[in-house]
């Protein structure tokens, strides 16, 4: 095997080193997404049921009285969305969780939430499509819709992929803080695997002590919206305190007026776009391996990823230089993982290709950035070897069953 | 500018964009007669609009804390954010798209959950800041811009599904019953549940223009208040008429929503503290 380096860049790295007293369990995804939000402070949860988010919805309903918190079963995503919002903007830290139908029904309310730069947390744990698909099984369907996840453009997202229980558990406590240094919705963007799989997991006994949950600020001052800036750690409006605050759908002034102005738009665009943009150095996330002499570089995300890994390993030990790319920060999109002029395959749960487009336009030349792409199953081990083999031998995915290689 | 405006209003924000003429802000002034008489303040109340010509028209306006829902999601908002705010009033002025079409589930469910929140509808029976089609709250007959051979869908009338979804307070009124609407809101906001107040005023850019022929405020004024009668100026009979005045007063008769919330979490964390206190016995 070539000797290799592996590494990953992601805060809970350093949480994770501490001598924080916990216990160890045997807990599924959809556990650890909901502990993690109760340590990070969390304290409304308000969705509708879909497989396979239900099961945080049931913890939730469990856990949040037993802290102070609300579970509300709204009559639908829309309302989900909207009454996360307004929690938030009452003051307390909210979740939702879903799947792709009930995603895209929360995108009136995401928009809102990002232009009223409200901290909100959203789980999508993707199964495959298009509509209901099958339910019960993993798919990487809403990479592109997570990124646009409203309409009308004039914003950037940030969007994050777990690829185990223990850093779902992680994750969410680093989307809970995102979501309040940056003021905007973060989603946590994962699938059906990672949701139902039952995995080690070390939660820490008192959330009360873990110093790196940044804790909800109220803005009491204008101007509610530092237009025209791209600050971050501005402390989230709040509504209730008498500040006068107005939150509102329209473009809006520093005190949250609805005005018809070109530079109006553009000075809300300039705070929602660049207040991320500025900022990516505190939102990159990224494991890697190999990179240093890879020729061929598989890349992944979210549980595709796990065996995406272990077939780069298996490739090495069979001589190809092969390495590995998972993000974990999936937007903004990490451009510069993309930079050595390799071969990559892209390795991802839907035919239609779709991180695969993002990394043909980071990389150096689009021509030797390949697709394999796979529906309703993880690539297996074996897949993901001779996908390896067949790019470092011949420039070419060999031709494998269910496995897409075209992207036009 | 009056003195009840002085006292609540943003000066800097009215008079709005509303067309010459139009009941929004008319509406609004009896809204803070209202807060008056009942002694309440600014930061007492919190003030939600929807989207179309009653949300854009009243949003910002009130001194306090506002916000302006999408488009029929006022109520979604008011839910969440009275978890977090249980202790302040809530008024959702909302149109009747917002109210009766796109938003109606929220609305249903704030009902059936007895979310406390007085929401005011203000009904000019159509989309108008669409430029005036048909919504499920115009009459039959009358001809919009979506309806040019006249209304043929059956209207609902949304007091009636509210007080069915277990509203606890339900009133309806109109643009020509100042005092009776300021009385109605006070007993609204009396009500530590779910109150609905329908109130049917003249669009006179719109509805007037279209289906009832002409901008004038006082001729669409006057066509609103024949309604209210059931009997023309001339002393015949007109057309339908609405019946006004409360549709249903069990206020404060169950608990509200967020109290249902912070009661069962009180029993939850009791039963906890319980659990907690004999495993430290034994
Ligand atoms: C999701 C969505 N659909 C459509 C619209 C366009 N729209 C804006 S206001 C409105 C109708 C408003 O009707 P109503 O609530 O009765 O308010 P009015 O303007 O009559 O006061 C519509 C259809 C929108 N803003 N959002
Ligand atoms: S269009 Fe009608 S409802 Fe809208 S502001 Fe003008 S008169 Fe009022
Ligand atoms: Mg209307």
Redesign the pocket.
């Known amino acids: 095997m070539i000797e290799h380096k592996e590494t990953l860049v992601a805060p809970w790295q350093e949480w994770a080193r501490r001598s924080i007293k916990g216990r160890r369990l045997l807990e599924a995804g959809t556990y650890a997404l909901t502990e993690g939000a109760i340590a990070a402070g969390c304290r409304v949860f308000a969705g509708y049921p879909i497989t396979p988010a239900t099961d945080i919805a049931e913890y939730m309903s469990k856990r949040l009285p037993q802290v102070g918190g609300y579970y509300m079963q709204c009559e639908d995503e829309l309302a989900g969305m909207h009454a996360c919002a307004g929690a938030s903007l009452g003051g307390l830290k909210a979740m939702t969780a879903t799947s792709g139908p009930g995603y895209t029904l929360m995108h009136d309310a995401y928009g809102w939430s990002i232009t009223n730069e409200i901290p909100l947390v959203v789980v999508d744990a993707m199964r495959v499509g298009p509509i209901s698909g099958i339910t019960g099984a993993p798919g990487q369907g809403e990479f592109y819709i997570a990124r646009y996840a409203s309409h009308g453009g004039n914003f950037e997202t940030i969007v994050l992929s777990p690829s185990s229980v223990q850093e779902a558990f992680w994750l969410t406590i680093d989307a809970f803080n995102l979501a309040e240094r940056f003021r905007t919705p973060v989603t946590i963007l994962t699938d059906q695997v990672i949701s139902d799989m039952w995995e080690d997991l070390f939660i820490p006994d008192d959330y009360d002590g873990l110093d790196f949950v940044i804790p909800r600020k109220h803005n009491l001052m204008m101007p509610f919206y530092p237009v025209g800036s791209a600050d971050l750690d501005v402390p989230p409006n709040v509504i209730g305190h008498g500040t006068g605050v107005c939150v509102s759908a329209y473009t809006h002034t520093e005190e949250g007026y609805d005005i018809e102005e070109m530079e109006a738009q553009w000075a809300q665009t300039f705070r929602l776009v660049n207040k991320i943009r500025h900022h990516r150095a505190e939102l990159t996330r990224y494991e890697t391996l190999g990179l240093d002499d890879a020729d061929v570089i598989a890349v992944a995300y979210g549980a595709n990823a796990r065996t995406v890994k272990t077939g780069v390993l298996q490739a090495r030990r069979r001589g190809v230089r092969a390495g590995f790319v998972r993000l974990i920060t999936l937007w903004p999109f990490l451009d510069e993982l993309f930079e050595r002029d390799a071969r990559y395959v892209v390795c991802e749960l839907n035919y239609d290709g779709q991180l695969v487009r993002e990394v043909m336009r980071a990389a150096p030349d689009k021509r030797k950035v390949h697709f394999m792409g796979k529906s309703a199953e993880l690539h297996t081990v074996a897949e993901v070897v001779a996908g390896l083999d067949g790019v470092a031998r011949s420039g070419k995915i060999p031709e494998l069953p269910y496995i897409w290689t075209e992207v036009r | 500018m009056n003195k009840l405006a002085k006292k609540y209003l943003r000066p800097s924000q009215i008079p709005?964009?509303?067309?010459?003429?139009?009941?929004?802000g008319m509406i609004e002034n009896w809204l803070l007669q209202a807060i008056d008489e009942l002694g309440l303040k600014q930061e007492d109340v919190i003030f939600g609009t929807g989207i179309?010509?009653?949300g854009r028209?009243t949003f910002a306006t009130w001194g306090g804390d506002n916000f302006g829902a999408t488009h029929g999601r006022a109520l979604a908002i008011a839910t969440g954010l009275k978890l977090a705010q249980p202790d302040k009033k809530y008024l959702i002025v909302v149109?009747d798209g917002d109210a009766a079409s796109i938003g109606t589930s929220h609305l249903i469910h704030a009902a059936r959950r007895n979310l406390g929140v007085t929401v005011i509808c203000e009904d000019?029976m159509g989309y108008?800041?669409t430029?005036?089609q048909f919504s499920p709250t115009t009459p039959a007959g009358y001809v919009t811009n979506s309806s040019p051979y006249g209304m043929v869908e059956p209207p609902f009338d949304p007091c009636d599904v509210v007080k069915a979804a277990g509203a606890t307070f339900v009133a309806e009124t109109t643009a020509t019953q100042w005092h009776q609407t300021v009385k109605i809101v006070k007993k609204a906001l009396a009500n530590d549940g779910f109150s609905f107040i329908h109130v049917r005023?003249?669009?006179?850019?719109?509805?007037?223009a279209y289906a009832l022929g002409t901008r004038d405020t006082l001729k669409n004024l006057e066509w609103i208040y024949e309604h209210t009668q059931g009997r023309k100026t001339d002393g015949s009979e007109s057309d339908f008429v609405w019946e006004t005045g409360i549709k249903h007063d069990a206020s404060n008769s169950r608990p509200e929503f967020s109290r249902i919330m912070r009661d069962m979490n009180a029993r939850v964390q009791a039963d906890l503290a319980q659990k907690a206190a004999k495993k430290a016995a034994t």
């Not at chain 2, 709005?16 to 929004?24: D, E, L, P, S």
């Not at chain 2, 005023?201 to 007037?208: Q, T, Y």
């Open positions: 709005t964009k509303a067309c010459h003429g139009c009941g929004i179309g010509c009653v028209q149109g000019n108008e800041s430029g005036g005023f003249p669009c006179n850019e719109n509805f007037g």
